[in-house]
T-cell receptor
Framework: AQTVTQSQPEMSVQEAETVTLSCTYDTSESDYYLFWYKQPPSRQMILVIRQEAYKQQNATENRFSVNFQKAAKSFSLKISDSQLGDAAMYFC??????????????FGQGTRLTINP | DGGITQSPKYLFRKEGQNVTLSCEQNLNHDAMYWYRQDPGQGLRLIYY???????QKGDIAEGYSVSREKKESFPLTVTSAQKNPTAFYLCASIDQTGGPDTQYFGPGTRLTVL
């Protein structure tokens, strides 16, 4: 079974600074997807960024980028120019690339990010 | 606007009662999911359905039941057999017909057992 581990329960960063959230995962599959979701106080789960395992290029979405290290099974999220609105719980998630399957997401425990003004 | 709606936002249940959480989507997605979130933890899969009139157990299905009579709707019933039902429940759906196949979530229902 696949597992996802986020080793940082809490992180904090000064506004406008850069912060990196860590995520490691364990799988025997070669085809899969990785995601970062943001959960603000409203508790709505919002997709931040996704990465296909077959792509070597790291995904980027505006101020958000990932460092995908397939061999190390590492998938960290970098937030540049942190803003107060970035404060939230961040979840790393894994999904198998198998066409036949549940397409379910396996989540890490989450990292609570605080932005200091 | 296309999206996923869940109701109610807050739900209180007495011990021994069954309650049903609603999940509706107008995204024309085939697959729908129910997740449970406990404080300080990630989400865990309860049930999922990839097509109308079919559904499968997830990792923590005991004490829950679902139905999928319509593509748009995937209600979750929390039965009295669920020993610790107080949690936050999230519904999600995904387009499996060649779209971006990313799961999108509803706003959630907070269930509290009194």
């Amino acid at each position: 079974a696949q597992t996802v581990t986020q080793s940082q329960p809490e992180m904090s960063v000064q506004e406008a600074e850069t912060v990196t959230l860590s995520c490691t995962y364990d799988t025997s599959e070669s085809d899969y997807y990785l995601f970062w979701y943001k959960q603000p106080p409203s508790r709505q789960m919002i997709l931040v960024i996704r990465q296909e395992a077959y792509k070597q290029q790291n995904a980027t979405e505006n101020r958000f980028s990932v460092n995908f290290q397939k061999a190390a099974k590492s998938f960290s999220l970098k937030i540049s120019d942190s803003q107060l609105g970035d404060a939230a719980m961040y979840f790393c998630a894994y999904r198998s690339g198998l066409i036949q399957g549940a397409q379910k997401l396996v989540f890490g425990q989450g990292t609570r990010l605080t932005i200091n003004p | 606007d296309g999206g996923i709606t869940q109701s109610p936002k807050y739900l209180f249940r007495k011990e021994g009662q069954n309650v049903t959480l609603s999940c509706e989507q107008n995204l024309n997605h085939d697959a729908m999911y129910w997740y449970r979130q406990d404080p300080g933890q990630g989400l865990r899969l309860i049930y999922y359905s990839q097509i109308v009139n079919d559904f499968q157990k997830g990792d923590i299905a005991e004490g829950y039941s679902v139905s999928r009579e319509k593509k748009e709707s995937f209600p979750l019933t929390v039965t009295s057999a669920q020993k610790n039902p107080t949690a936050f429940y999230l519904c999600a759906s995904i387009d499996q017909t060649g779209g971006p196949d990313t799961q999108y979530f509803g706003p959630g229902t907070r269930l509290t057992v009194l």
